[in-house]
């Protein structure tokens, strides 16, 4: 396995896992802890995070075609590993919505790129084999983590829970910054 792709697949892994913290339990922040948070605006925030990555994601493809792949996946990652921290600060639904909205430009930004990367480094031959290692590692660190979600937001608070995947989401940023140079040539055309 190239060490592009593992260092893709570890990145992907502290990040996932580090929103697996939060995801199942977030309901349960906006309804509790939101002036004007309920189960409908619980719901439309999610529904705004994915309506501007399903919006930005084809143009911001098509930039990254020409563009620098792996600046386009920093900084996408970087909008996404502070959306925790945004939820930390934030106290009203709107606030949430905005956070939302900088989570689908970080998300439209990041999952094109990552996907051409992640494409790149396969093996031949592999392919199926090394997108399985992906699937399994990034799934069980999710299971795990969402159980310790709801275990330390009850424990401590949600606000230990946000700083946590915060740090670990923000080290799986730094994790990107690790790629080979060399993986990141354009690819000769063939003639």
Same mark, same amino acid.
């Given at each position: 396995m190239k060490k592009g *792709?593992? !260092?893709l697949i570890l990145s992907d892994l502290l990040i996932i896992m580090s929103f697996g913290l939060i995801s199942p339990i977030l309901a349960i922040f906006i309804k509790d802890g939101l002036t004007g948070g309920n189960a409908f605006s619980a719901g439309l925030s999610t529904a705004v995070a994915l309506l =501007? @990555?399903? *919006?930005l994601e084809i143009p911001f493809g098509k930039i990254e075609d020409h563009h620098n792949k792996k600046r386009f996946l920093i900084i996408g990652t970087f909008l996404i590993s502070f959306v925790p921290l945004g939820y930390f600060f934030i106290n009203n639904v709107f606030q949430l919505y905005m =956070?939302? /909205? /900088?989570? #689908?430009? #970080?998300a439209a930004m990041a999952f094109p790129a990552f996907g051409a990367l992640f494409l790149r480094y396969l093996d031949r031959g592999k392919a199926a084999y090394e997108w399985s290692i992906y699937g399994t590692v990034v799934g069980l660190g999710t299971a795990i983590t969402a159980f310790l979600g709801g275990y330390v937001a009850q424990k401590f608070s949600f606000d230990a829970l946000f700083l946590t995947t915060f740090i670990v989401s923000i080290i799986g940023t730094f994790v990107l910054f690790k790629i080979p140079a060399e993986h990141l040539r354009p !690819? @000769?055309?063939k003639s």
């Open positions: *792709l593992k !260092l =501007v @990555k399903s *919006l =956070v939302q /909205f /900088f989570y #689908g430009i #970080g !690819l @000769k055309k």
